[in-house]
Structures are given as structure tokens and as C-alpha cells.
């Protein structure tokens, strides 16, 4: 029943490291893309990461140099490599996965997993 499930987060001191996780269900066909947002108490929801079906991958300009998104078509994941941690992205990071472009294009969500950063 739940189609995408995270994994990952937990308490981290700035500088540190954290991969987040994303199984996606088989039953989820003809994928166009695969990310992560993050959404911060008060903020505005924020697409951190993106890759698509052909492997190009985009980011938000705060963690380019620190992220990094990857998949294993073979085990159906997505990851998120977060690398020199700050306290600003402290969030919830919710996987999120693009399918049936161009006949009809569905969004899937994860429920999210936190990720905080602090001494």
C-alpha cells in the first residue's frame, strides 16, 4: 500500500554526514523522476534534489558541493548523500517520484523522514 518509504534521518553535528534512502514501489511504472524535498518548520516546501530517467541530475544552490542523488535501478532506490551538514538544513526530507510523462503525469510522496542538524 505505501509506495515510497524513507529512511535515514536521524541527529547529526554540523559537518556531518547523513544518506537518506528511498524504496519505491515496483508497482510504480514508467518513471520520469526521482527527489527530494525538504520542508522546514515555517518554510516553503523546497525541491533539493532531482534526477531524472536519463540520470541528469539538478539541485538547489545551497547544497550543490554537498549533495549528492543518486539511484540503483536494480534495487528500485533513490539516495540522498548529505555531506558537511548545517544547522539550515534542518528539515523534513520527503522522497518524491514522477510518473506517466507525457500521457499523464502522477506525483508520489513518501511520508518523510527528519533530519536535524545541531551541536
Known amino acids: 500500500q505505501v509506495q515510497l518509504v524513507e529512511s535515514g534521518g536521524g541527529l547529526v553535528q554540523p559537518g556531518g554526514s547523513l544518506r537518506l534512502s528511498c524504496v519505491v514501489s515496483r508497482s510504480i511504472l514508467n518513471i520520469n523522476t526521482m527527489g527530494w524535498y525538504r520542508q522546514a518548520p515555517g518554510k516553503q516546501r523546497e525541491l533539493v534534489a532531482v534526477i531524472t530517467s536519463g540520470g541528469r541530475t539538478t539541485y538547489v544552490d545551497s547544497v550543490k558541493g554537498r549533495f549528492g542523488i543518486s539511484r540503483d535501478n536494480a534495487k528500485n532506490t533513490v539516495y540522498l548523500q548529505m555531506n558537511s551538514l548545517k544547522p539550515e538544513d534542518t528539515a523534513v526530507y520527503l522522497c518524491?517520484?514522477?510518473?506517466?510523462?507525457?500521457?499523464?503525469?502522477?506525483?508520489?510522496w513518501g511520508q518523510g523522514t527528519q533530519v536535524t542538524v545541531s551541536s
Open positions: 518524491n517520484v514522477r510518473a506517466g510523462y507525457p500521457l499523464v503525469e502522477t506525483t508520489y
